[in-house]
């Protein structure tokens, strides 16, 4: 029963010691083992491993990727125009040897704070180099430049113990204070090519106006000209007509050209004609069929109704070179002076009575 009393607190013991000699490196990690903070091994291996109790110590460090947001900086390029940028970085621990003597117990968030600080001393050192514009920047070239400050970066974080994998802009703009006036001046510009760009279509429209409206002059002109040659030859044809007409049967073109005479003298409504009845103009009511062309003189007008001369077309399209017997309107008799021989009144177009002659 004694024996029991000294062999289970014994056991206990040693249960206690073995546990406390063995610890376990899992595969996403690294271990120190540390005897009074001095580095006696380093497991990077997964699996068990063994440490001398209570005398020595395990520290574990992280061996994934890890990720780390810069603060947001201002960088001034080349070109003056201050940007606002904010980065971020991957970086792993490489040599947790190294690591743990840059860093000491301050572990990932003291290196983190160092790494941060190398990460905006880089970048502000490649983004406001020289020949670095904003515009750089902001365009396909900005991928150059971030690798740019990844190989320096990984240079200045190699005494760490750090790998800097990859580095990255998230977002690269103005200052607040910059953006409306940076607005204003890309508002203006826009516009500026918006007038340029009107004024271009104004101007190619002017032109597109000026040839259409010269084309309709140049299409009118023609067509007038071809007008006017068709119009005169036509003219010419109409007379060379009436010349054969006349020059065929003299006494039927006289006759034809008495009785267009004698339309064009009584039509409209209430027309009076006051002539003596033994003139040229009646002399085919009279039923005297002369050879010479029919002319009418000049009619007197009596009263209110309104006195129609006899036409004159004949005269006009009569060929050159015949010589009309129709007296001149001037030397027409008024009814005034042939009153004593009598008179002769034709009777308005609407009325159905025939004018009567009196001698």
């Known amino acids: 029963m004694r024996k029991m009393t000294f ?3 014994a056991i206990v013991v040693v249960i206690v010691v073995f546990l406390s000699s063995v610890f376990v490196v899992d595969e ?5 083992v540390l005897q009074f903070g001095q580095i006696k091994a380093v497991k990077e291996d997964p699996g068990l491993a063994f440490k001398i109790p209570f005398i020595q110590d395990v520290v574990r460090y992280d061996d994934r990727i890890l990720s780390l947001d810069t603060d947001t900086i201002e960088v001034t390029p080349s070109d003056d125009r201050r940007l606002v940028v904010d980065a971020f970085a991957r970086y792993r621990i490489a040599d947790v040897v190294q690591f743990r003597q840059a860093v000491g117990v301050g572990g990932v968030r003291t290196a983190e704070d160092r790494l941060s600080g190398i990460l905006n001393a880089q970048i502000r050192e490649t983004l406001g180099a020289d020949q670095v514009t904003s515009d750089v920047i902001l365009s396909e070239d900005r991928r150059s430049l971030t690798n740019r400050i990844r190989d320096n970066a990984r240079a200045s974080a190699r005494s760490l113990g750090l790998d800097v994998v990859d580095v990255r802009l998230k977002q690269t703009n103005l200052p607040s204070q910059n953006l409306e006036a940076t607005f204003a001046r890309m508002r203006a510009e826009r516009e500026r090519e918006a007038a340029d760009e009107i004024a271009r279509g104004n101007e190619a429209a002017q032109r ?16 007038e000209r071809e007008a006017n040659v068709i119009r005169g030859e036509a003219d010419a044809e109409r007379n060379a007509i009436f010349a054969e007409a006349y020059g065929a049967d003299q006494e039927f073109f006289a006759f034809y050209r008495s009785l267009q005479a004698y339309e064009n003298a009584i039509q409209g409504s209430n027309s009076s004609i006051v002539l003596t009845p033994t003139g040229e103009f009646f002399e085919y009511f009279n039923g005297q069929g002369a050879a010479a062309p029919a002319a009418a003189p000049a009619p007197s007008v009596g009263g209110d109704d309104e006195a129609t001369a006899p036409s004159d077309e004949a005269a006009e399209e009569a060929p050159e070179g015949e010589a009309s017997t129709a007296p001149a309107a001037d030397e027409a008799p008024t009814a005034a002076d042939e009153a004593g021989t009598g008179e002769a009144t034709v009777p308005d177009a609407e009325s159905d009575d025939t004018a009567p002659v009196t001698q």
Not at 213 to 221: F, I, K, N, Y
């Open 7 to 9: 062999i289970l607190p």
């Open 28 to 32: 996403r990690e690294k271990a120190l």
């Open 208 to 223: 597109v106006r000026a040839l259409a409206d010269r084309t309709v002059v140049e299409t009118q002109s023609e067509a």
